[in-house]
């Protein structure tokens, strides 16, 4: 699986949009990018996934670069409750995943 | 929303007792797993299951840990002889048979070994 960096922790403004960069440089051409979240000690909680083309769903957006080597997440609305840890993982195996150190999303009043 | 539910939601015990830990996965879902995660480190990979049997599991799961759908509903882990170590979150999760379909966690158990 490829190695992601993320940055250890970032800051946001509530209800303005939180754009979370992800790098994997070493993906290759069938591993799909996943994002997760997790508040506090709470279960790991699926956001968004996608291969090559951009994502949205009702949470997020995913855009992924051309090279595919870097991917951002983007919450386009921020609300405190969004303030959590988030983890990109890059794989093809889907039989497990390998969790990373993460993001630690801080969105201010 | 169909969720992944875990019993019980904190478990204490002895040093050396067993423990079996609960999990329901989402209804239609077909792949099966146990991840854990010790206090202030990563979530990380136990064991996967599918079509009863393990799939995949990592250095962690010794045979001290096992695995079993014991019917069509319940997904369990047990650890048969606790380590003061074993102390985590243990989180369930489980997906359909769809490629690269997501896994979905559920709340987890926290264990405390006495």
């Known amino acids: 699986d490829a190695k992601t960096t993320q940055p250890p922790s970032m800051d946001c403004a509530e209800g303005r949009a939180a754009n979370l960069p992800c790098n994997h440089s070493?993906?290759?051409?069938?591993?799909?990018v996943y994002w997760y979240r997790q508040i506090h000690s709470q279960g790991p909680q699926y956001i968004i996934h996608g291969l090559k083309n951009n994502e949205t769903n009702e949470m997020a957006s995913l855009i992924i670069t051309e090279d595919r080597k870097s991917s951002t997440l983007i919450l386009p609305h921020a609300t405190l409750r969004d303030t959590a840890v988030y983890y990109c993982?890059?794989?093809?195996?889907?039989?497990?995943?390998?969790f990373g150190s993460g993001t630690k999303l801080n969105v201010k009043p | 929303e169909p969720e992944v539910t875990q019993t019980p939601s904190h478990q204490v015990t002895q040093m050396g007792q067993e423990v079996i830990l609960r999990c329901v996965p989402i209804s239609n879902h077909l792949y099966f797993y146990w991840y854990r995660q010790i206090l202030g480190q990563k979530v990380e990979f136990l064991v996967s299951f599918y079509n009863n049997e393990i799939s995949e599991k990592s250095e962690i799961f010794d045979d001290q840990f096992s695995v079993e759908r014991p019917d069509g509903s319940n997904f369990t882990l047990k650890i048969r002889s606790t380590k003061l170590e074993d102390s985590a979150m243990y989180f369930c999760?489980?997906?359909?048979?769809?490629?690269?379909?997501?896994?979905?966690f559920g709340p987890g158990t926290r264990l405390t070994v006495t």
């Open positions: 993982i890059a794989g093809y195996n889907f039989n497990k995943f390998y």
């Open positions: 070493t993906i290759s051409g069938n591993e799909y």
């Open positions: 999760a489980s997906r359909t048979s769809g490629v690269a379909s997501e896994q979905y």
